[in-house]
């Protein structure tokens, strides 16, 4: 069976990458941010979409809604998910809620607020309202498992 021919610019790009990690090797931190992120991949979670935040509405209601509170809504399919996030000097409370809520949620519902300091699981009551204290600053998301349905929120600093 014969070969496919060798592009010329194979060697090249080989020398290149040698002499590029040689230079400036990516960092071990980086290398293990990155399996850890390949390693909790779900690949049946689907990313649920920003559709609001008051941080980025009109502020001139800002002093009626009151306190440092930023109220985030997401949307995957019919499912939406409202979190109300609090801050107080270097610790914020995440109090979410899963709409429509006319259902009661049985105990296989799951949900985890996810900061990059680690996880923490969050209880869901049945109308699919939960609670999260004494979270740290910088970005957070939320990761929630249905019966039927998985999804996690992008990534927001909140």
């Known amino acids: 069976m014969a070969q496919a021919p060798r592009d010329p610019d194979d060697a090249l790009l080989e020398e290149l990458r040698l002499l590029h990690a040689a230079d400036d090797p990516v960092p071990a931190v980086v290398r293990a941010a990155a399996s ?12 649920a979409a920003l559709i609001e935040d008051s941080a980025a509405t009109d502020t001139a209601l800002a002093g009626v809604r009151g306190g440092d509170a930023r109220v985030l809504t997401f949307q995957l399919g019919g499912l939406f998910l409202e979190l109300e996030v609090r801050a107080a000097g270097d610790h914020r409370t995440i109090v979410g809620a899963l709409l429509p809520g006319d259902a009661p949620l049985d105990g296989a519902a799951t949900v985890a607020v996810e900061t990059p300091s680690g996880s923490r ?29 998985a999804f996690v929120t992008p990534w927001v600093s909140a």
């Open 121 to 149: 699981a969050a209880e869901l009551d049945p109308h699919g309202r939960f609670r999260s204290d004494d979270l740290g600053p910088g970005p957070l998301r939320v990761r929630l498992r249905l019966p039927d349905v």
């Open 36 to 47: 850890a992120a390949i390693e909790f991949r779900d690949l049946d979670t689907q990313l």
